[in-house]
């Protein structure tokens, strides 16, 4: 008794290999076959290459939030003097700051003085937004302690301000130099209040990676802030920093009791959260158009299919009489498109990669013929172009085109199964 050949059988490789490499007189099968590669590779690829940029994107923005700002900020309860003025300023925050860095999973609590100025120096204004804070506060601030660029040195942050790299190019201004700032919470006169306007020195000077951090803030020593915004033995709030920023909620009760009960917290995903939900919608509605991408690159599989069973009718019905079975023939056809869909994938995939390893040199080649300009920090809030490679989106793209790949494939192939021998063979 003759024994059945199993599935995917060597001789079935060898046919589908065969008409894969199909010249273009027996049918232009190849041509076909081509284009369906090549749609399947820049689709994969751009699926990628988004993913990567999106990931890249979120990272580098969270990233930028939780270095250079507080995960959770304590403010006291707003409360009105004898004049009627709303004052919300923090009398023991030395106390309230202990109590907070004492609590577990916190790694900082630190008091801070807040206020608005108007920044000069060479003939040049803009405005500011001062940060009161201690110098060991400071130093333990990622990406203002090691940012991406510096210059100055911010042990000496006692003797003088640390500003923004935006500031200072805005202004002109170098370590070493002075900056004159103007408050409008000056000296009280009978006259009225009069702006306080005081130089100080550029001791150090910061790129964080954030347009608006860089562009906008500048850090003094707490006691002179307090000295300078008339906060003397008060603070405007305690900036807090947690070990695990992800789960900053969980933290909220224990600080708010360690706080005194009577205060409130305004946390990084308040600022932000609106932002990351909108990325995150974004990133859905991305990935549902490039899936949809994907689908019509490999719809010329199935094209490029139809057209091959069209052509190999004949061999198709001889194959038949010889003894294939259906399920014979429409292995070899599945082995035609998902192997274009197996190749396609594989190629999209290393193009991916290589566009988000290499992503620095590319947009740097883009933005230098495109004469520059072609990224606004102003606008993106970064500098640069991130890309992360993460597995999962990898895999999640691999997943989508051989899925598509293979289903799609199943059509024609059931066709050129089902179809009869002696039909295919009675004109020839």
């Not at 003088?160 to 919470?185: H, N």
């Not at 932000?272 to 689908?295: C, H, Q, W, Y």
Request: aromatic fraction near 10%; charge should be neutral.
């Amino acid at each position: 008794m003759a024994r059945t050949p199993p599935p995917f059988a060597a001789f079935e490789w060898m046919i589908a290999w065969r008409y894969l490499r199909a010249r273009r007189a027996e049918g232009g099968v190849s041509v076909m076959t081509w284009i369906s590669l090549i749609g399947i590779t820049l689709a994969v690829f751009a699926l990628i290459a988004t993913l990567a940029v999106r990931s890249g994107f979120r990272a580098e923005f969270v990233d930028t939030i939780l270095g250079a700002n507080a995960h959770v900020t304590v403010y006291a309860m707003p409360e009105a003097d004898a004049r009627g003025a709303v004052n919300r300023v923090i009398e023991d925050y030395a106390g309230m700051a202990a109590r907070i860095a004492d609590l577990p999973g916190v790694t900082r609590a630190a008091p801070l003085v807040r206020g608005q100025v108007m920044a000069t120096a060479n003939q040049r204004n803009t405005g500011a937004e001062v940060y009161g804070i201690a110098a060991a506060d400071l130093a333990t601030l990622p990406r203002i302690a090691d940012p991406e660029e510096s210059a100055g040195d911010i042990a000496r942050f006692g003797a003088g301000v640390a500003l923004g790299s935006g500031i200072a190019r805005q202004l002109g201004l170098a370590a070493g130099d002075t900056i004159r700032l103007i408050s409008p919470e000056g000296v009280k006169t009978a006259f009225g209040t009069s702006p306080r306007v005081k130089t100080y020195e550029v001791a150090y000077i910061f790129t964080a990676g954030r347009y608006d951090i860089d562009r906008t803030r500048i850090y003094m020593p707490f006691a002179e802030a307090q000295s300078y915004f008339n906060r003397e033995g008060v603070a405007d709030e305690i900036e807090v920093m947690v070990r695990d920023p992800d789960r900053i909620d969980a933290y909220g009760p224990a600080i708010r009791q360690a706080a005194g009960g009577a205060v409130q917290l305004w946390t990084w995903r308040d600022s932000s959260g609106s932002f990351l939900r909108a990325l995150e919608v974004e990133d859905n509605v991305m990935f549902v158009i490039l899936s949809i991408l994907v689908l019509i690159a490999a719809m010329n599989i199935v094209s490029g299919l139809i057209m091959l069973v069209k052509n190999k009718g004949r061999d198709i019905g001889i194959l038949r009489t010889m003894g294939l079975t259906e399920g014979a023939v429409l292995r070899v056809f599945f082995i035609c498109g998902a192997f274009t869909g197996l190749i396609g994938t594989l190629a999209g995939v290393v193009l991916g990669v290589l566009f988000a390893i290499y992503i620095d040199p590319i947009f740097a080649a883009v933005n230098y013929i495109s004469g520059g300009g072609v990224w606004d920090p102003s606008l993106r809030g970064i500098y640069h172009l991130p890309a992360k490679l993460e597995a999962g989106d990898v895999l999640s793209a691999v997943a989508l085109s051989l899925g598509l790949s293979f289903v799609v494939t199943i059509f024609p192939a059931r066709r050129a199964a089902r179809m009869n021998p002696v039909e295919a063979l009675r004109y020839e």
